[in-house]
């Protein structure tokens, strides 16, 4: 591990975890890499989101379906005026009202406020006047907040979009498109409300913009999920961190992922950075961490032999458009051996988030399976799910089963389906099966 953060920003440190060891004919080096920021203040060439540095747009369906019942959009109103009370002196802001197109409710004119008490007030007055019609046109409605951050003057930039349905007032290739344009310009929290609305659709917003994605089937709830994020947001310190990955020649990349705090695949997401150099991005971070499977296959060799099989670099932007600026580094080694015993033996970091990742896998199919009428795929798979739900200490995820399936023995996954499934428990668990637990220590 190796940090290179000044003493006066926030700590970055790499750390890699994995079994080094490969048989002869060995060739697929599997590693868990965790990133961790401390300390708060600014990383070196990176300003920190203190005061003006920080830009946030609240994105608040406002489609006729908001109406049905009233309590959506009233709870929507109460929740951005929680949020807006939520946010730092100093911060850019804006409140956009979605409906089949996109409106400015606060400030207006295509600018951004900057808050303090006076300008809290208004925002919040301006609020008492939404009201529920219209369609749903997401993609319209991330397009004008990355138009609005875009104005600011902001290290940190972030949104937070709300609906309550589906995005049924443009094609699934005009939102691809919109997020297309929006990712890497700015992060993104969706939430949907209710039980009307496409897990995928707020789910593919958090993913594609490096938020998170949630539901809040009550709408009494979401005041304290909108303070929640906004305070999420006020804490991130550092903008555009990107995992490098280095590989020597004839080393090939198998993926790169997230695993925790939730699974989130970013091998498609890889930019060049130089030869046998690439970038994976990482979004805003504040004092957190996180962790990243790096699998990759390098070229056989003799026993004996060892070789680097990766070095993983964390790399923030110049503003000005120079150097990048390193934050930390971590290795990853291949060694061949005739030791069986240390060849095969199974990182611990590594084995827990193969579970974690199969385990995300299986809930989404079983509950695939359960929707298409097949009973028995989706008892296997969701009974899998419970198996592994249960070895790696994932009490959330766990509960979340039970209001699905009925276990009779967690260890070996033997369930039964529920005869009935409030809908909202379903969407919870679908919308929440990507979260993972941190490897028992």
Not at 99 to 106: F, G, P, S
Not at 368 to 393: C, N, P
Request: charged share 25%; glycine share 10%; with cysteine.
């Amino acid at each position: 591990m190796a940090n290179f953060s000044k003493p006066t920003g926030p700590q970055f440190s790499v750390d890699v975890y994995q079994n080094e060891f490969l048989p002869e004919g060995g060739r697929d080096v599997n590693a868990i890499v965790t990133v961790t920021a401390s300390g708060g203040g600014s990383a070196a060439g990176v300003r920190p989101a203190g005061g003006g540095s920080a830009a946030v747009v609240l994105m608040l369906d406002c489609s006729g379906s908001m109406d049905y019942p009233s309590t959506k959009m009233r709870g929507a109103r109460e929740a951005t005026a929680a949020a807006i009370d939520t946010l730092r002196d100093g911060t850019f802001f804006a409140v956009v009202a979605g409906t089949h197109i996109a409106r400015e409710v606060y400030p207006g004119q295509g600018r951004l406020a900057v808050a303090d008490a006076r300008t809290r007030a208004q925002a919040k007055d301006a609020l008492r006047a939404l009201n529920a019609s219209g369609g749903t046109a997401i993609g319209t409605w991330l397009r004008l907040a990355d138009t609005l951050l875009s104005s600011a003057d902001a290290a940190i930039r972030h949104g937070i979009l709300l609906t309550d349905g589906r995005n049924e007032h443009e094609s699934p290739e005009d939102l691809r498109a919109a997020l297309d344009a929006c990712a890497g310009r700015f992060t993104c929290d969706a939430r949907g409300v209710g039980t009307d609305w496409e897990v995928d659709e707020v789910r593919g917003i958090a993913t594609a913009l490096l938020g998170t994605a949630d539901i809040v089937a009550d709408p009494a709830g979401l005041a304290a999920d909108f303070t929640a994020m906004m305070e999420g947001a006020m804490g991130k310190e550092v903008a555009d961190v990107a995992l490098r990955l280095w590989t020597p020649v004839g080393v090939e990349i198998g993926f790169v992922k997230q695993v925790a705090p939730t699974v989130a695949d970013l091998s498609g997401r890889r930019t060049e950075a130089g030869p046998r150099a690439g970038d994976y991005p990482t979004g805003s971070w504040g004092d957190e961490s996180r962790d990243y499977h790096v699998s990759v296959r390098v070229p056989e060799a003799a026993i004996g032999q060892e070789m680097l099989a990766a070095r993983v670099s964390l790399i923030v932007p110049d503003p000005a458009g120079g150097t990048p600026t390193t934050l930390s580094q971590g290795l990853v080694r291949a060694v061949w051996t005739d030791d069986m015993v240390m060849s095969t033996a199974i990182n611990p970091q590594v084995a827990h988030y193969t579970g974690q990742a199969e385990l995300a896998d299986v809930i989404q199919q079983g509950l695939d399976a359960r929707k298409s009428g097949d009973r028995d795929g989706a008892t296997a798979k969701l009974g899998r799910a419970v198996q592994l739900a249960a070895a790696s200490g994932n009490a959330d995820t766990a509960k979340l089963l039970s209001k699905v399936v009925d276990v009779v023995d967690a260890a070996t996954g033997t369930v039964r389906l529920k005869a009935k499934v409030a809908e909202a428990d379903e969407m919870t668990l679908e919308t929440r099966s990507t979260k993972t637990v941190r490897v028992k220590k």
